[in-house]
């Protein structure tokens, strides 16, 4: 791996806007590096304002390859995210498959995929994943040309990039539903959660978001592994008390 260049294998980032914004993917960025040990970008307004024609910021994942020309994988994650566990990716390194994760979760998944007919157990969430140069050029080019004639795409990137995914039959491999736990409450924390998804917490105050992130951050690892151990070693017991009492 990295054979050809220092940072072949990279990670990306959208923070474009205001300082909160900008901010929260900082904190993104900042979880991925601990997690990941990649060097990690945020594609930020400097990046957009070269971009008029975008609808919005989120329609940058499909210029990832060439902001970041030395790149020849990339893995993408929404700036509302936040690595929650170390990781390595290296398996995932400029192969054929597409890598990502289903999205079965919420009323917006369900409807989108049943918009552009794409099976549910195909639809994935584009808040996470990782493609390659050498592979993944005609996703790509795909997903862009039909986010100029969809018209009004209901999840923007998501909409276009499944689609594309779709029709095109591109090889995937699907992760588990932890690499990319969508809308993630507290309670789904578990030792194995890589990747929480705090859907729409860009529309929190930035003391909030700050908040959330130092909460869920690397310091608090040992504490929420004491928390688990404690609900599992409760549950446990529960399953136990229940199996004698029904005998
Ligand atoms: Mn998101």
């Keep these: 791996m990295n054979q050809h260049s220092e940072e072949a294998f990279v990670c990306a980032t959208i923070g474009v806007g205001s300082t909160k914004y900008q901010r929260m993917a ?21 990046i957009y304002s070269k971009y008029p024609e975008l609808q919005t910021p989120h329609f940058l994942k499909l210029h990832l390859f060439d902001e970041l020309p030395h790149a020849s994988t990339v ?22 498959e597409f890598v990502c994760v289903r999205d079965r979760s919420n009323a917006w998944s369900l409807r989108d995929s049943a918009n552009i007919s794409v099976p549910l157990d195909q639809y994935f969430n584009s808040g996470f994943f990782i493609a390659n140069r050498r592979h993944h050029k005609p ?28 029709t095109l039959r591109t090889p995937t491999k699907f992760l588990p539903r932890e690499f990319n736990l ?30 959330k992130f130092a909460y869920w951050g690397p310091q608090h690892r ?24 029904n005998q």
Excluded: M
């Design 26 to 46: 900082e904190l993104a960025a900042q979880s991925c590096r601990w997690a990941t040990g990649l060097p990690t970008y945020v594609i930020g307004n400097d």
């Design 139 to 166: 996703l790509i080019e795909e997903a862009r040309r039909l986010s100029h004639c969809l018209g009004e795409q209901y999840l923007f990137d998501q909409t276009v990039l499944n689609l594309a995914r779709y």
């Design 75 to 96: 893995l993408y994650f929404d700036s509302d995210a936040l690595f929650l566990r170390k990781v390595s990716f290296a398996e995932f390194f400029d192969i054929p």
């Design 222 to 245: 040992t504490a929420r592994w004491f928390r688990t151990l404690r609900k599992s070693t409760k549950e446990t017991l529960i399953s136990v008390k229940n199996y004698f009492s």
């Design 182 to 211: 969508v809308q993630f409450r507290d309670e789904d924390y578990s030792s194995r959660a890589v990747l929480a998804h705090f859907n729409g917490l860009c529309q929190r105050s930035i003391e909030e978001i700050e908040q």
